[in-house]
Structure formats: structure tokens, C-alpha cells
């Protein structure tokens, strides 16, 4: 568990927003990327770094980062051997492979963080192959990505997305007032609902609806007072919170599928807010 | 300080328990119920999903029915983790004997269901961390690992706000239980992260726990509006007993301004009230048949 001890601490780096310039994969066609399943249930790919290689790095959805051992980023190129190191686990900070190769996919411009992670070094020794990084989200979001663990393979489609520039976001969070950050959350159409209090806590299946105005909507719909709506779009609403976020993504004049539960029974209607507010 | 130990934050989650492991367990046990086999095979749910300002992908999930709780997708997780103040909430007692504790089902949103399952009722340190900053802007409750990700196709695009996942006919062994031992002795390296674990928690008190964010619904008029042929924004009927109505907004009225700015079309309309919220006053200038603007001033309601 400790191997995750330091990730609360992660929050306070991350890393410059990728450049997708020269992306090697075509638009139209996913690039396929097979991977192997380590005994530690990690999935494991072979990647070219800069042309060198092949490193053995694991691809984690839960790493926000992406990550190189120094030695894999000596020996690619992606840092200078003599470049400085902090006191802690060998720390180089950040640096950019130049391109990767992984499968049919080449990326390019990759940043990563350069340090010796020790639970990869644990994870390596027990293996009795050495594990060079892990591929984390700065990578991934670059992509439409798939994973199939039956068949052991990935497929990566470029998609327009910019990645969040944690480093440049978080000092100013952690020095910034700590004022509450206040946002209103508008729905797409007019729906003609007023909603109830929510009632049973983790075990509540919805929120009611307390009234149902006249000429509406939902009223056409054949909705009630007193049902109780627990989707909306397939978007759970176990709070007016909720149904307000999911009548957000609702545009005007779309009908979509709300879940309600009337009399104990569940049920499935189909509304189609109107254009207004 | 932070900025130095950020880095280390990959969270390639929980390997030290993999890493004291005993030799991994190549039986799968061909006999297990496979659980869902007929109709949930082969079915695609649309999974709504939140990227938290850490870059991290929550879900929402229902535990035996109960819930929603946010839990985080991390293919770096071996398992199902629930934290365990979660596991209390819900009245999930973590198995004393069993280094995992049953779980009958487990909902994710979108339609998903999965049953008869094994979690692992623990806080991980990502969670308590975390946490304790405040700073993924939502609280995490479980992490989603190899056990339960591996059942499904995922298809992620950042672009979208929803993944697909598609069920498949594939059940992932359960990873190995580190025996106890084993967990006791952690090496030094890990005893000294050990360390860092509390430590983190206490920034949250020197850099103050991050701000919620308040969400507020949007204010309710009880207008319904159309954009008629010739330009402008029509109301096509004020609802019955809404803030509007009781106003005095009549159906056949042009929307000429809302809060003293123009308005030709629905789409300007909707930017104008966006920051509304329920009690604030809206200020509707309309004009009727014969030419005559009034303007009406009245308080948004709650509603939608």
C-alpha cells in the first residue's frame, strides 16, 4: 500500500499540456497496441523510446502522469547522464521523449517525470525484469482510447483535447484565497418540474418531483407528483444536484429516457424538454 | 517540498501489496459462477465519468444498492478497494478472516451491473491523501482496479463526457493475498513512504483544505420561448403558476431584454439567465401585440 503512499502528494505536479504536432497515427484509423498482463495484474507495454529500446513500461489509467526510470531515460536520450538529481528517490523532474513507439502508434513530444519510483524498482526485482515507467493520462488523453483485456489489446485514436496544466493550475490553488467557488448549473430546456426533498440517504433511489406545472413538458410526458425520478439519459439522480447536471446535457426539444419510480414500480418515459427557462 | 515529492504520484496503486505477495495464483478456478453470463455479455452502457482537476477518472457507483458513491478508474489497482468509511456507510463489515470481503452487487452508472463480488475494504493511501487535500474537487469513496475493469471493453475519449464499456465474457482471476507477514515487514523503503502517509495528511492543515465549490441550481421563470420567423424570441406560453405567470408574462409577448440587455434569440436568452439562481430578481422587458414594452420584475423560483 505504501507504494501509493506518496500519490495524494502528486497533485502538486503534473505536466505541461501536450503538443500534438506530428502525431503519427492516422485520424481515421485506430492504431492497435497489444500488451501483456503482468502476474501483478498491471498491463504491461513494450515501448521504443527515441528509437532505442525496447522498455517495458506499465500503462495505468490511474496515474495522472507519465513516468520514466532514470535509467530508462539515460540510456533513451530523454535526459543528459549527469543531469542533477534531488536528494529524493533520484528525482530528475521533467523531461520530453522526443517520440515514442509503442505497437502501430508513435508519439511524439511525450513529457514525462524522470524518477525512480520504488515500487517499480520492488515490482522489477520480483518480476526479474527491470520496470522502465508508466504510461499515465498526459499520454492517454491525447487519444480515443480502447482496452480489451480478453484480447490483450489497446487501439489509440487521436482526438482534439487539451491536457490540464496541473503545474501551472496548482501553485496559484494552493496560494490562492480560499474563497468558494460558486456555480450554477442551468438546465438545457424547459422541463416544468419543481423538485422534493430527497429522502433515505444512501439508500434513497431518487429525487421526487413535488409538483408537476400545468401546460408542460412533463406534464405531456405524463410525469406526477410524487414519482420519483432515478435517471435521466441513463444519468443517476439520487439528488437535485444530480437532476440538474443531467438536465444540463438535455438540450432543448431532445427527447431522452427518464427512469422514474411510481408506486413502487420502475418505469421509463420519454420527455422532450422545451426551449425556455 | 510538494512540488519535489509530486512526481512520485503516479499512483501506480497498491503494488506493495502485490510486491509482498506470495507467488501470484495461476488457478483461475474454471468452476467459478460466472456471473452475468447471458444478458449482460455483449452490453455497451454509456458510463458518465468526471476528470477531477488531478486528472483522474471517478465513476459513480451503487454498493448492494446503496449509494452513489465516486469511486476512481485505476487499471493500476489490482482489485475493488472501498474505503472504509465507505464500507461503513453502507453497513459493509470488512471480513476479519478473509483478506477480502464479499460484495453482492455493484452498480456503475450507465447500467452496469456486476454481482457476487470481492473488495478489498482498506484506504488506500491515494484516497486518504487526497481526501485530506481536498483538492480532486469531489471525495473518493473506492477505487475501480484490474478485477473489476478487465470485465469490460473500455473506450475512453476525453472529448466525450461519457466512456463506453462493453461487458465481456472474460472473469479476472482475483490477484494474490499478501500473507500477513509479509504485509508486517514492508521494506525500508516502503516504511519510510509509510512515513510520508501522515505527513501529507498534515499539509492539508498547513495549506488549508481547498475550497468546495458551491453548486447552485439555475433559477426557475417558467418560460417556454420560440424563435419566430422574422428574428426576435417569442413566448410561446408562461406555465401556469410560475415566477413568470404570476408576473404577468403573457404567451404572444416578445422578449425584448432580460436584466436590461437586448435579446434576439433563445441562445443570448439562455447566456443572460445562466448565473441566475433561485430568489435572485430577473427583470423581463416584453412587448406586446400592439407595440407596448412593460417591464417585469420578479424573483426566480426553484424548478426546472
New interface residues.
Given amino acids: 500500500m505504501a507504494a501509493a503512499a506518496l500519490s495524494g502528494l502528486a497533485l502538486a505536479m503534473g505536466q505541461a499540456p501536450v503538443d500534438r504536432e506530428g502525431e503519427g497515427a492516422k485520424a481515421d484509423k485506430p492504431a492497435r497496441v497489444s500488451f501483456s498482463m503482468l502476474p501483478s495484474n498491471h498491463m504491461l507495454v513494450r515501448a521504443m523510446l527515441n528509437g532505442k529500446g525496447p522498455y517495458r513500461l506499465i500503462f495505468d489509467l490511474g496515474a495522472p502522469i507519465t513516468l520514466l526510470s532514470n535509467r530508462a531515460a539515460e540510456s533513451s536520450g530523454t535526459v543528459k547522464d549527469d543531469a542533477p538529481r534531488s536528494f529524493l528517490f533520484s528525482m530528475r523532474g521533467e523531461a520530453e521523449v522526443a517520440e515514442m513507439r509503442v505497437g502501430e502508434l508513435t508519439a511524439k513530444k511525450l513529457p514525462v517525470v524522470v524518477f525512480d519510483h520504488p515500487a517499480l524498482k520492488v515490482l522489477g526485482e520480483i518480476l526479474g525484469q527491470p520496470v522502465d515507467g508508466i504510461i499515465g493520462f498526459t499520454f492517454f488523453a491525447r487519444y480515443k482510447t480502447t482496452i480489451d483485456y480478453q484480447i490483450n489489446e489497446m487501439t489509440f485514436q487521436p482526438v482534439d483535447f487539451e491536457v490540464r496544466d496541473l503545474m501551472r493550475e496548482l501553485p496559484d490553488r494552493l496560494a490562492g484565497p480560499k474563497t468558494v467557488r460558486r456555480t450554477v448549473t442551468a438546465p438545457g430546456g424547459l422541463w416544468g418540474i419543481r423538485l422534493g426533498p430527497v429522502e433515505g440517504g444512501v439508500s434513497s433511489p431518487g429525487t421526487p418531483i413535488a409538483e408537476v406545472l400545468g401546460d408542460s413538458p412533463a406534464q405531456a410526458a405524463g410525469l406526477k407528483a410524487g414519482d420519483v425520478l432515478t435517471t435521466i439519459d441513463g444519468r443517476w439522480t439520487t439528488s437535485p444536484g444530480d437532476v440538474y447536471e443531467a438536465a444540463a446535457a438535455v438540450p432543448a426539444g431532445r427527447s431522452v429516457p427518464v427512469g422514474v419510480l411510481r408506486d413502487g414500480q420502475e418505469r421509463v418515459i420519454e420527455l422532450r424538454p422545451a426551449d425556455g427557462a | 517540498m510538494?512540488?519535489?515529492?509530486?512526481?512520485?504520484?503516479?499512483?501506480?496503486?497498491?503494488?506493495?501489496?502485490?510486491?509482498a505477495?506470495d507467488a501470484?495464483n495461476p488457478n483461475p478456478n474454471p468452476k467459478a459462477k460466472d456471473n452475468g453470463r447471458d444478458a449482460e455479455i455483449g452490453r455497451s452502457?454509456?458510463v458518465?465519468y468526471r476528470?477531477t482537476?488531478?486528472?483522474?477518472?471517478l465513476v459513480?457507483v451503487r454498493l448492494n444498492?446503496?449509494?452513489?458513491f465516486n469511486f476512481?478508474?485505476?487499471?493500476?489497482?489490482?482489485?475493488l478497494y472501498i474505503a472504509t468509511e465507505t464500507a461503513a456507510?453502507?453497513g459493509l463489515k470488512a471480513s476479519k478472516d478473509d483478506f477480502w470481503t464479499p460484495l453482492k452487487s455493484l452498480e456503475i452508472?450507465?447500467?452496469a451491473r456486476l454481482e457476487d463480488l470481492k473488495a478489498r475494504v482498506?484506504d488506500?493511501?491515494?484516497l486518504?491523501?487526497?481526501n485530506?487535500?481536498g483538492?480532486?474537487g469531489a471525495s473518493i469513496d473506492g477505487?475501480l482496479?484490474?478485477?473489476i475493469?478487465?470485465?469490460f471493453?473500455?473506450?475512453?475519449?476525453?472529448?466525450?463526457?461519457?466512456m463506453t464499456w462493453t461487458r465481456?465474457?472474460?472473469k479476472?482471476a482475483d490477484?494474490?493475498v499478501p500473507n500477513k507477514e509479509d504485509r508486517d515487514r514492508?521494506?525500508l523503503?516502503?516504511?519510510l513512504?509509510?512515513a510520508?502517509?501522515p505527513v501529507?495528511?498534515g499539509?492539508a492543515f498547513i495549506?488549508?483544505k481547498?475550497?468546495?465549490?458551491?453548486?447552485?441550481?439555475?433559477g426557475?421563470?417558467?418560460?417556454?420561448?420560440?424563435e419566430p420567423e422574422g428574428g426576435g424570441l417569442e413566448i410561446?406560453?408562461a406555465?401556469?403558476?410560475?415566477p413568470a405567470a404570476k408576473a404577468g408574462a403573457k404567451a404572444g409577448d416578445r422578449l425584448a431584454k432580460i436584466n436590461g440587455e437586448p435579446v434576439d434569440d433563445?441562445k443570448t436568452?439562455?447566456a443572460l439567465?445562466?448565473?441566475?439562481?433561485p430568489g435572485d430578481s430577473v427583470g423581463l422587458t416584453v412587448r406586446d401585440k400592439t407595440g407596448a414594452e412593460r417591464t417585469l420584475t420578479f424573483p426566480a423560483?426553484?424548478?426546472?
Fill in positions: 510538494i512540488r519535489k515529492l509530486g512526481g512520485v504520484g503516479a499512483a501506480l496503486a497498491l503494488v506493495l501489496a502485490l510486491a505477495a501470484p452502457t454509456r458518465p476528470l482537476e488531478t486528472n483522474h477518472f459513480r444498492g446503496k449509494g452513489p476512481l478508474v485505476d487499471s493500476g489497482a489490482p482489485a456507510k453502507i452508472e450507465g447500467g482498506e488506500p493511501f491515494q486518504v491523501g487526497m485530506a487535500l483538492l480532486p477505487i482496479g484490474f478485477t475493469l478487465a470485465r471493453r473500455l473506450e475512453i475519449d476525453p472529448t466525450d463526457d461519457r465481456l465474457d472474460f479476472p490477484p494474490p514492508a521494506p523503503e516502503f516504511q513512504m509509510n510520508l502517509g501529507a495528511k499539509l495549506i488549508g481547498q475550497p468546495a465549490e458551491e453548486r447552485s441550481p439555475r426557475f421563470l417558467g418560460l417556454e420561448w420560440t410561446v406560453r406555465l401556469p403558476d410560475s433563445a436568452a439562455r439567465l445562466a448565473e441566475v439562481r423560483g426553484e424548478g426546472l
